[in-house]
């Protein structure tokens, strides 16, 4: 039986299992280190900002407590905001290193333009985070190690290779929500993931204040969110070459049987 024109709204996301993972992978993909416990506090916020979120006998929270489609966004915009100020510590003016490191944003927007149409979203963004996530761990290892003895050309080196990475999954990761999201929903569950997002970022200074204890700790916690988020976006199914989600019931449908290692890349165009 179709459902009633009352439930074509946000929390039709939630009412499925499939969709409703989606979704949170999704939105925790934009919040990198946030504990789960936390995000229960931000479902009065969200209750105001977004629209029609009564009724059914479904809860606000819902849009944040079982999909993975807003999981993915949450950590791509923590680790997007944390990793672009973490700029102290690494030998050089840290004037000089946001100037530098900035510097990726047009090569990753570039390779985006270049590659997404071709190794899919879901190669593209997993792929990147992971990038990221290596290189901001390796950073926080080196720094454990050696210490203020570290030569600050390579933690610089590490810094340009984390960020460009993140930039990467960041821009991409924008058009593969509204992609996944079905179109009748879509206004608003981009617009839920994306403030589950920003929300997120609250934590971000009080991740980076961490090194007045030990320097290594925010690379280690942003590189091993980066690296969950890589994870994360695995278990979403590729949208390149295929027919979009516009109902609810497409969205609980699409990608169904779609294996965890399965790429677009990794297998030859079929027209429809």
Not at 202 to 220: E, G, K, N, V
């Amino acid at each position: 039986m179709a459902p009633s024109e009352k439930s074509r709204n946000l929390l039709g996301l939630f009412r499925t299992p499939r969709l409703r993972r989606k979704t949170c992978i999704l939105i925790f993909k934009s919040l990198p280190r946030t504990e789960r416990s936390r995000i229960e506090s931000w479902s009065d916020e969200l209750g105001v900002v977004l629209p029609n979120l009564q009724g059914d006998g479904c809860a606000p929270l819902g849009i944040l407590s079982s999909s993975p489609l807003g999981s993915l966004r949450m950590v791509l915009t923590l680790c997007f905001d944390a990793i672009s100020r973490n700029v102290e510590g690494l030998g050089y003016s840290p004037f000089v290193i946001f100037s530098v490191t900035g510097v990726t944003k047009l090569p990753s927007s570039l390779v985006i333009v270049g590659l997404q149409d071709r190794l899919g979203r879901k190669a593209m963004a997993s792929g990147a985070l992971f990038l990221s996530g290596v290189f901001t761990v390796a950073s926080g290892v080196v720094l454990a190690i050696l210490g203020s003895g570290i030569d600050p050309l390579l933690s610089v080196a590490f810094a340009v290779i984390g960020r460009f990475g993140v930039y990467i999954a960041y821009f991409s990761g924008s058009q593969y929500a509204a992609e996944l999201i079905p179109t009748e929903v879509r206004g608003q569950g981009v617009a839920a993931v994306h403030v589950a997002g920003y929300a997120a970022t609250f934590f971000s200074a009080h991740i980076l204040y961490l090194a007045t204890y030990w320097r290594a700790i925010p690379d280690l916690v942003l590189g091993v969110l980066s690296i969950t988020g890589a994870v994360l976006c695995l278990m979403l199914p590729e949208t390149l070459n295929k027919t979009l989600p516009v109902t609810l019931e497409d969205g609980e449908s699409f990608g169904e049987g779609e294996g965890f290692w399965e790429f677009s890349c990794s297998k030859k165009k079929v027209k429809s």
